[in-house]
């Protein structure tokens, strides 16, 4: 990764008054607030180039819920978290700049219930099955129960 | 007579039809592969058919989940009699590397009666052969 790389994206994470680390060589983790991820992500793309939004990972950290945007840029990495309050999971979509990032937020939307604005398709389902009953809360969450859910499902069935 | 025919046809060209019901592929590789001139399952008359209405055995593979659930038993119903059902793989069998996720079942037994299951993750083209000629030789 080249230095002035770094430094560009350390200038734009200063912007958007956010933490830069290098947990390894090659590697740039920027902890991003929520009100300033998009414009973040924005400027990543736009104006240093880095096109390649590898995946969105989602992760329950007890207090908050924490999104994990990986983009890779050559051989680098570059990777923008931001935390969501677990009492309103509501953040901006990045789909209007990444329209790939599309299936990525659904995922998330399934699997810890975060609603991503302006993403199209938040009424649909991608991972779980058509039966889903709405009530039950995201299966990802720590706070859920896979025997309780799969009672809903049907799917526990007594053996003799 | 017609029903001694009937069943030395049955036993001697079992027509396949193979569902996956959420299965990781790994077994429905297998199951092509003992297809294959290596192992040629086919020189038993087994042939793998496109339709459930036209087959007398119904190989499942995959753990059952509630998105296949209803799927698996329509295909099931939809097979004339008399029909085998054969669980291929772990997964199929007792719900695998699967078993206590919110969205997996136990295992096919649980939706559909079950004749043969057919160990392994994935199971070798061998073991394939192996359940499905001693299927036929339960076939009276």
């Known amino acids: 990764m080249s230095e002035a790389f770094i430094q560009r994206i350390e200038k734009f994470a200063a912007d958007a008054k956010a933490k830069t680390s290098q947990p390894r060589r090659g590697e740039t983790f920027v902890e991003v607030d929520q009100s300033q991820v998009r414009e973040f992500i924005s400027r990543l793309v736009h104006e240093a180039h880095v096109l390649h939004l590898s995946t969105i990972t989602g992760l329950d950290l007890d207090q908050n819920l924490g999104i994990i945007y990986h983009f890779t840029h050559d051989r680098d990495w570059v990777q923008v978290k931001t935390l969501v309050s677990k009492t309103a999971p509501t953040t901006k979509s990045i789909v209007d700049i990444i329209p ?7 995922e998330i939307h399934d699997m810890l219930g975060v609603t991503f604005e302006g993403n199209p398709w938040m009424d649909r389902k991608l991972l779980l099955p058509d039966t889903w009953p709405a009530d039950l809360p995201p299966p990802l969450l720590k706070s859920s129960k896979p025997a309780e859910i799969r009672k809903r499902l049907q799917l526990e069935v007594e053996r003799k | 007579m017609l029903e001694q025919l ?10 396949v039809y193979h569902i996956n019901a959420s299965s990781c592929n790994g077994c429905d590789i297998e199951l092509v592969a003992s297809l294959t001139p290596r192992y040629d399952i086919e020189r038993f008359g087994a042939v793998l058919v496109p339709s459930p209405r036209h087959a007398d055995v119904l190989v499942v593979t995959g753990v059952v989940n509630a998105q296949t659930k209803d799927r698996l038993r329509r295909v099931y119903e939809q097979i004339p009699e008399p029909k085998f059902v054969i ?5 199929a069998a007792a719900g695998g590397v699967f078993k206590g996720c919110y969205n997996a079942g136990q295992g096919v037994q649980d939706v559909i009666p079950v004749n043969m299951f057919i160990p392994g993750c994935p199971p070798r083209p061998e073991a394939i052969m192996y359940g499905v000629l001693k299927l036929l030789g339960e076939v009276k």
């Open chain 2, 6 to 15: 009937a069943k030395w046809a049955r036993k001697r060209s079992p027509w």
């Open chain 1, 100 to 106: 790939g990032a599309i299936l990525y937020e659904m």
């Open chain 2, 87 to 91: 669980a291929l793989g772990a997964c």
